[in-house]
């Protein structure tokens, strides 16, 4: 069984710098694609980026492209998401997420990922 488990959220002020974690486990992740979503109070959880584990291949969300940052670490089984210029329309509840496919494409719907962390909140002042 997969297992997702995020960290790194925090209130930061805006323009300020943030790093979150998502520790994987319970699979080979070769043939994954790791994809990180947001959640803001009463909107819809939205994509914000994607990386494929084995090609490393990354897709970002046009509001983050340039801020955002997302990696994996082969050695620790992780996938982070560097947020720089954090924006108070950042502010989210950021969830880790993961699917099996060897398609050479980017997921970026909700629908399309199996897999789902808990979730970290993420909080930017003006």
């Known amino acids: 069984q997969v297992q997702l488990v995020e960290s790194g959220g925090g209130l930061v002020q805006a323009g300020d710098s943030l790093r979150l974690s998502c520790a994987a486990s319970g699979r080979t992740f070769n043939s994954y694609t790791m994809g990180w979503f947001r959640q803001a109070p009463g909107k819809e959880r939205e994509f914000v980026a994607a990386i494929r584990w084995a090609a490393g291949n990354t897709y970002y969300a046009d509001s983050v492209k340039g801020r955002f940052a997302i990696s994996r670490d082969y050695a620790k089984n992780t996938v982070s998401l560097q947020m720089n210029s954090l924006k108070p329309e950042d502010t989210a509840v950021y969830y880790c997420?993961?699917?099996?496919?060897?398609?050479?494409?980017?997921?970026?719907?909700?629908?399309?990922?199996?897999?789902w962390g808990q979730g970290t909140q993420v909080t930017v002042s003006s």
């Open positions: 997420a993961a699917r099996n496919s060897v398609a050479p494409r980017m997921y970026d719907a909700v629908y399309e990922y199996s897999y």
